[in-house]
Structures are given as C-alpha cells and as structure tokens.
C-alpha cells in the first residue's frame, strides 16, 4: 500500500533559519507529489507540486522541494525561515491507476521564534 | 480567487443520528472528494466522485457514508448513523482534471468539524 512519512513531527526554528522537512513515500510507480500548508486557523494550500521533469520544484512564498526517486524523498527547503511560516506542513502523493485519491503523510509542524 | 467552500463550520450530533455535510466546489471543476482528519491523526482519502458516480473509495468508506451531487453547485457527505469515531474534521476537495495532468491539483475547502456525543 502507498504511504508517505515524514520525520519531523514538530520543528521549532529561530527566524532567518534554514529549514528542510522530510519527506518519503513508498510506491514503486508513476507519481505526483505535493506540500500542502496548513496555517492556523486556515485549511490545507498547495505550496508546490511535483509532476514531471525537473525534479527541483519551486513553490510559493521562497519553498522548494527536491524530487530524488532512488531515495523516494522530495524533502521541503527554505532558506530563511520567517514568522509567518508557522503552520502544520504536508508532504502527500498522488498515485494509484487512476490517480484520483490524495495521501497525506502525518504533518510537521512548524514554530518560528520570532 | 474561487475557492470551495463547506457548511457548516462545526457540527454537534448525537451518536446514531444522520448528518448531511455540504460542499460547493469550484464551478468549473468536475472532480470532487472528501477526505477526514480524526484529531491528532492524518489527513485520510474517504471517496473520489466524478460524472455523478464514485470513482474511488477508501476502506474508510462504509455503507454507512453515501455522496451526492444534488445539484449542478452542491456535493455532499451523508453519514447515516454516526458513531462516536466518526468525530473529526471533514474536508472537501475539488479537482478540474484527475490522473496524470499538471492540471490534477486539488483545492480543498475549509473543512467541517463534526463531534459525535
């Protein structure tokens, strides 16, 4: 069956840090993935997704993620974190025949101190 | 921006009573899902719905939860007879494309939370 871990269940960063979330799934066939973001109070947003082609995906908001299929990640970067990235993070995969149904891995989430 | 939007906010039901959560999806797209998140857990695939027929379902999915697309904006959840695990927070998703399309991004609502007493 197709799952996606994440690692990190919360991470608390100072502002102007670097981040990098993992994230794995397993499915040995054609994927799309994705980080959903989660702000409090607010429902799930696409920050960026993986389809096809280069596997260094830019998102919004200064995020990207690296596609690395002979290691089944696509681990979220930032930079230079900042206090409004405080939310719950999602790395998810879209597979299966029809591609129809999305899974979530179980979130991280994120604390910028000021 | 359009967006899918879902009511009601917060639903209290006793156990063993039907509730009937509501969605609008984006007007021009033509796939719709719901998913759940039970506190504290994963976001989980309940059911896929396209062309007035369930594409795909989970386990989760019993003959206990029915969809419905009423109309030409409204596509809703039903749960028949609720049980105290059926508590949690319920999102709606839409989708103008399925499968392997750049275009197959889900869009989800602000999600309804149901507590069952």
């Known amino acids: 069956a197709q799952s996606v871990s994440q690692h990190n269940h919360h991470v608390i960063l100072s502002e102007a840090a670097s981040l990098e979330l993992g994230c794995n799934y397993s499915?040995?066939?054609?994927?799309?993935l994705f980080w959903y973001v989660q702000y409090p109070g607010q429902h799930l947003q696409l920050l960026l997704k993986?389809?096809?082609?280069?596997?260094l995906v830019k998102g919004i908001k200064g995020f990207e993620a690296e596609f690395i299929k002979s290691k089944f990640s696509f681990n979220l970067r930032k930079p230079s974190v900042q206090w409004s990235d405080t939310a719950e993070y999602f790395c998810?995969?879209?597979?299966?025949?029809?591609?129809?149904?999305?899974?979530f891995g179980s979130g991280t989430r994120l604390s910028i101190r000021p | 921006e359009p967006e899918v939007t879902q009511t009601p906010s917060h639903q209290v039901t006793q156990m063993g009573q039907e509730v009937i959560l509501r969605c609008v999806p984006i007007?021009?797209?033509?796939?719709f899902y719901w998913y759940r998140q039970i506190l504290g857990q994963k976001v989980e695939f309940l059911v896929s719905?396209?062309?007035?027929?369930?594409?795909?379902k989970s386990e989760i999915f019993d003959d206990q939860f029915s969809v419905e697309r009423p109309d030409g904006s409204n596509f809703t959840l039903k749960i028949r007879s609720t049980k105290l695990e059926d508590s949690a927070m319920y999102f709606c998703?839409?989708?103008?494309?399925?499968?392997?399309?750049?275009?197959?991004?889900?869009?989800f609502g602000p999600g309804t939370r149901l507590t069952v007493l």
């Open positions: 998703a839409s989708s103008e494309l399925a499968g392997w399309s750049s275009y197959n991004e889900q869009f």
């Open positions: 499915y040995g066939g054609t994927v799309n």
């Open positions: 993986y389809f096809s082609g280069d596997p």
């Open positions: 998810a995969v879209n597979a299966g025949s029809s591609a129809s149904k999305i899974i």
């Open positions: 007007s021009n797209h033509l796939y």
């Open positions: 719905f396209y062309n007035n027929e369930i594409s795909e």
